[in-house]
């Protein structure tokens, strides 16, 4: 099992960023891709980015991200710390949501439905 905790969401005004990181600990080598989702009231739970490991490891890491943070969010992984981080720029009023770290078994761009392990997630609000 692997252990996400996340940290880094508060309150920021329409244009402004945030980053959101995430630690993963526990059995972690089992991890082949982490990344976010994010669910704001009333919606269902949405990809937003991921890391995924290419060619058996992280360093050569291949980055997904959702259509409408493409260009504005940047996903990045410190191997060393087991940390992922979320910089998020340019920053919207729809982007107010719950935002959850996870992490899968399986490389590539991270599916609701094959997440092995969720963070507790954390509440980011963009006012206009």
């Known amino acids: 099992q692997v252990q996400l905790v996340e940290s880094g969401g508060g309150l920021a005004q329409a244009g402004g960023s945030l980053r959101l990181a995430c630690a993963a600990s526990g059995r972690t080598f089992t991890s082949k891709a982490m990344g976010w989702f994010r669910q704001a009231p009333g919606k269902e739970r949405e990809f937003v980015a991921a890391i995924s490991w290419s060619g058996g490891s992280w360093s050569g890491g291949v980055t997904y991200y959702a259509d409408s943070v493409k260009g504005r969010f940047t996903i990045s992984r410190d191997n060393a710390k087991n940390t992922v981080y979320l910089q998020m720029t340019s920053l919207k009023p729809e982007d107010t949501a719950v935002y959850y770290c996870?992490?899968?078994?399986?490389?590539?761009?991270?599916?609701?439905?094959?997440?092995?392990?969720w963070g507790q997630g954390t509440q980011v609000t963009v006012s206009s």
């Open positions: 996870a992490a899968s078994a399986f490389s590539g761009r991270l599916q609701v439905g094959l997440v092995g392990s």
